[in-house]
């Protein structure tokens, strides 16, 4: 067929534009489900939940934030930062309130090939697991943690070089990150179901 | 079939031209109708779907809107903007719908890296929809106008530019004539309400669906890299359509809600026992910030703090006097050691800190004044409240103990700390109330954890200590142990139950294990 006839039509432009966009998006979206493409997340408003097997970081710092609920009221959260962090095992989990619907995504279940996340900030609510920290500083005020990021001055901070946390369990309202390698990426809408 | 379709009407003229409104009298809807046959409707409408279904991927409360700042942040907010004005563009300016739309499929196909993954597949299809729409959309041939073949050829260019990318494959081409035949690319007249039902039905299918058919087209160039499936579906995006295959392998969702259900219980149990502690935590911070503040009150009033001081150990003295029934009785031997303590504390720690005796706990230990010798390593905060079953250190590993002067952003520029450095501490039954301030709110996060280890040059700043003695021993046996030469130290070290106000720890490696975090507020 030629071009020409290709562009006469509205179906002939139709494939014109759609077929090199549903090959990028197809490339595109195999190399994010291998980790080979990193993407960028910001979520805030809602609280979800995630979950690791197991967390490493360098760069941590910790301190007070806030974050605005469904009223549109304040509350505090525990604003924590990580420069480089490796997750194995991710789960993160959103559930639609009074509704039998969610989104439940997993990524880096091959432990070789872990979830990589660059410039994390995760304002959080709730956190459990067990930590190990080297070179840590905890009380410090929180307008000098040694990372780019820093809280206000008067508040409670802690920071550390490097952060590991096995069985993370953590609710969160809001996360970001700059650069997310999410391999073996799997994203599906639930019936509700969370990680934990 | 629609080789028939060759567009006539002239690319400017569809806002001139109300086309049949411009009649007899038509109802609103009729008029709507014409309206919306001279301009790419359906991918403009789209296309601000996808905008506003990318917006709220990020932003998943409806009713509380917030803008991201930062890098990320302006991606997820400034694409979403764009989509939704490209829509409104291509809508009013039906001319330039080439480049409405390729900027449209540009975008949207970017918003798969820069905004939640495309706003979680269903933005990205819509707005891929909403595109192609845009690019293809074409005026109906107006029987009463003259055909304009040449707006044609003009347009040749960029649309034949996405074309040179990617060979056709087959099985897209069965794909997008299947998507062709149901979308309205035919234009006669009669059959305008039905389109507008198909498209419709479409979009909603996209909305709930994320596309079916563009995402199954999407999947196809790439096949060849998976094995082959008649449902390939990297992302797990298709499980409700693949749903056969996808069955077969163990899906997160059973073993997910196993999990759920499991720690549920031990969620629920974790809620009791933690809401417990906040209750006692409460209490016990309110007190303990409140001396706080008795104590500190700054280096200007030191005859003001001694006397206020002197005039606590009285009432110190008194109250352990009152306390007679809960200790034994006041003997000479506790008086005694308690003077033994006093001494002793004065001797290591000179007379920057203060020891009383009786009240809430047995031994309390205070910094009120502002004579420590200056260290300006960290900058130090508002206190923590520490609260621990014991605290346990190899005596070997005692570095030393003294009083330091640092610098803190509350209660003045500096103040006195105890120093504690040991080579490791564990400290078991670990409790950590944190406080900040947001809008005049207090709020911070309490830590419980199973224990807390420091390694390495650990050195703990403390502000106050109020403790017990150990179970089962009493002044006298304190009093021994201090005449046999134990340092008070290791006396404070030794006590139970203490609440110590925390301002800061560092050391080279530390385990919090079991640790539970959790967000407090007034």
Do not use: M, Q, S
């Given at each position: 067929m030629k071009l020409s006839a290709l562009t006469r039509t509205r179906r002939g432009r139709a494939m014109l534009a759609a077929v090199p966009t549903v090959a990028v998006i197809g490339v595109l979206m195999g190399g994010v489900a291998q980790g080979a493409v990193p993407v960028s997340m910001a979520i805030s408003g809602q609280q979800f939940k995630i979950a690791a097997d197991s967390l490493e970081g360098t760069g941590f710092s910790q301190y007070a934030g806030e974050a605005k609920d469904a009223d549109g009221k304040s509350h505090p959260v525990a604003i924590a930062n990580i420069k480089d962090a490796t997750l194995h095992n991710l789960c993160q989990s959103v559930k639609v309130p009074g509704m039998p619907l969610g989104l439940l995504i997993s990524a880096g279940t091959n432990p070789k090939n872990p979830v990589k996340a660059t410039d994390l900030q995760i304002g959080m609510s709730d956190l459990r697991g067990t930590a190990q920290f080297n070179q840590i500083r905890i009380g410090v005020d929180a307008s000098t943690v040694n990372t780019k990021e820093h809280g206000s001055k008067g508040d409670f901070a802690m920071d550390s070089d490097a952060i590991s946390i096995d069985d993370l369990k953590q609710v969160s309202s809001s996360t970001s990150a700059a650069?997310?390698?999410?391999?073996?990426l799997h994203l599906k809408i639930s019936d509700g179901t969370e990680c934990f | 079939m629609s080789d028939e379709n060759i567009p006539t009407g002239p690319e400017e003229t569809p806002e001139s031209s109300p086309g049949p409104a411009s009649g007899a009298p038509v109802t609103r809807r009729r008029r709507f109708a014409a309206w919306r046959r001279e301009r790419p409707f359906w991918g403009g409408t789209l296309a601000i779907l996808s905008g506003v279904v990318l917006w709220f991927s990020g932003r998943l409360e409806l009713d509380n809107l917030e803008i991201q700042l930062g890098i990320e942040g302006m991606q997820s907010t400034l694409l979403p903007v764009a989509l939704v004005l490209l829509g409104a563009l291509v809508m009013t300016q039906p001319q330039f719908r080439v480049f409405y739309g390729v900027i449209t499929l540009a975008i949207s196909v970017y918003s798969l890296l820069g905004v939640n993954l495309g706003g979680f597949g269903v933005g990205m299809v819509l707005g891929v929809v909403g595109g192609i729409l845009a690019v293809s959309w074409m005026p109906r041939p107006a029987a009463d106008e003259a055909a304009d073949e040449h707006a044609e050829s003009v347009e040749e260019p960029p649309a034949s530019e996405p074309a040179a990318g990617t060979p056709a494959d087959p099985r897209v081409e069965g794909e997008e004539v299947g998507l062709a035949e149901i979308l309205p690319f035919d234009d006669e007249p009669a059959r305008g309400p039905r389109h507008a039902a198909v498209i419709a039905a479409v979009a909603v299918l996209a909305l709930g669906g994320t596309g079916t058919t563009a995402v199954e087209a999407a999947a196809a160039p790439t096949s060849q890299v998976r094995a082959a499936s008649s449902c390939w579906d990297p992302l797990g995006w298709l499980e409700w359509i693949c749903g056969s295959d996808e069955d077969a392998e163990p899906t997160p969702s059973p073993t997910g809600s196993e999990d759920a259900g499991t720690d549920e219980d031990g969620g629920a149990q974790d809620g009791d026992t933690s809401s417990g502690d906040d209750e006692s935590g409460d209490g016990a911070a309110d007190g303990g910030t409140s001396a706080a503040g008795d104590d500190g009150e700054?280096?200007?009033g030191d005859d003001a703090d001694g006397a206020g001081t002197d005039g606590k150990d009285g009432a110190g003295k008194d109250a352990e006097d009152a306390d007679e029934k809960d200790e034994d009785a006041d003997t000479p031997a506790e008086e005694e050691a308690q003077e033994e303590v006093e001494k002793e504390f004065a001797l290591e720690l000179g007379p920057c800190a203060r020891i009383t005796f009786g009240g809430e706990y047995d031994i309390n230990v205070s910094l009120p004044g502002d004579c420590g010798k200056r260290e300006d390593a960290h900058v130090f905060s508002r206190d923590g409240d520490l609260e621990t079953r014991d605290l346990q250190l190899p005596l070997t590993g005692l570095n030393g103990i003294d009083v330091v002067n640092v610098p803190v952003t509350n209660d003045g520029p500096r103040r006195d700390a105890l120093r504690i450095s040991v080579d490791s501490v564990k400290v078991p039954g670990f409790w950590l109330k944190t406080y900040a301030e947001n809008n005049g709110t207090l709020g911070g996060t309490v830590t419980n954890a199973g224990y807390v280890s420091m390694e390495g040059d650990a050195q703990m700043y403390i502000s106050s200590i109020h403790a017990n003695l150990p179970d089962g021993e009493d002044w006298a046996e304190l009093g021994e142990k201090i005449a046999a030469g134990a340092s008070p130290v290791e006396m404070l070290l030794g006590l139970t139950d203490a609440r110590i106000g925390l301002m800061g720890a560092t050391s080279d490696k530390q385990v919090w294990s079991e640790f539970r975090e959790q967000v407090w507020e007034d």
């Open positions: 650069v997310f390698k999410l391999t073996d | 700054g280096p200007g």
